[in-house]
């Protein structure tokens, strides 16, 4: 065994791997592995798949794969000068009929698969609808479309703007009253800081009576009237349709009127 398959074998038992996990690691059939070891290059089917093995075993084995690559060109040297020149003619001789015979094959491929993609494409073509030539210009002018233009479109609309809402109160009155604008319903939501008793009648009908307490809240709706009895003010906070309204202060019970205008 020369230098090569020294180097190989030894980086391989002193990794203390077997041939068998190189294998597994680089795909490589075990034939070939310990035919690099042992140099016995007949055994691969060419010298490509030679070299590519003899760089994936090196590479794996952690070795200068340009390094073994030049010991393997320069063992290949040194066979061929020790080789004797007359086999070498008839082997020469041997090649060019081969490779006459091969590119005669490959010419024939090429003319075969030509054929099989003008078949292909002749086929695809019948297959295809066929475009109908374009009417023959007689000189005659082509018929006009005497409909009159469409009218344009009329003008929509515009949707009506929504005006804000409103709450002032009713300064007329010499009950508690807040008259509400631009409200489809009235909703109202009722607060409460502290303990307060409360009644509440919507369009005339009572919907609640009882003590709130602190924390918590109550909400009424109406389509027309809320009238609402509080019996403590002061921890009483009350809003409609979105808007804080301002109570009058005063520490004393007293009923309010909210009517949608």
Known sequence: MSEIGQELRQARERLGLTVETITERTMIPKKY??????????????????????????????????EIMDLYYRSKRNGT????????IVRKRKRKKTAIGRNLLVALFI???AGCVYFIVQTINDRLPQSS???????EPEPQDNEPPAPPPE???EEPVQEEVSIERDTTSTEIRY???????????MTFSGACWISVHADGQETFQGTMQQGQARTASAGQELRIRI???????????????????????????????
């Open 133 to 139: 030539p374009p009417p023959a210009d007689n000189g």
């Open 179 to 189: 008259l509400v604008r631009n409200a489809e319903t009235l909703e109202a939501e």
């Open 33 to 66: 592995l310990l035919a690099l070891e042992e140099e016995n290059y007949k055994v691969f089917p060419g010298e490509v798949y030679l070299k590519g093995a003899l760089r994936k075993y090196a590479a794996e084995l952690g070795l200068d794969v340009q």
């Open 111 to 113: 003319i075969l698969l």
């Open 81 to 88: 000068e020790e080789t004797v020149t007359a086999p070498r």
């Open 155 to 157: 003008d929509l609309p």
């Open 231 to 261: 019996g403590n003010p002061q921890v009483f906070s009350l809003t409609v349709c979105g808007q804080q309204v301002e109570l009058p202060d005063t520490g004393k019970p007293y009923t309010m009127y909210i009517v949608k205008q």
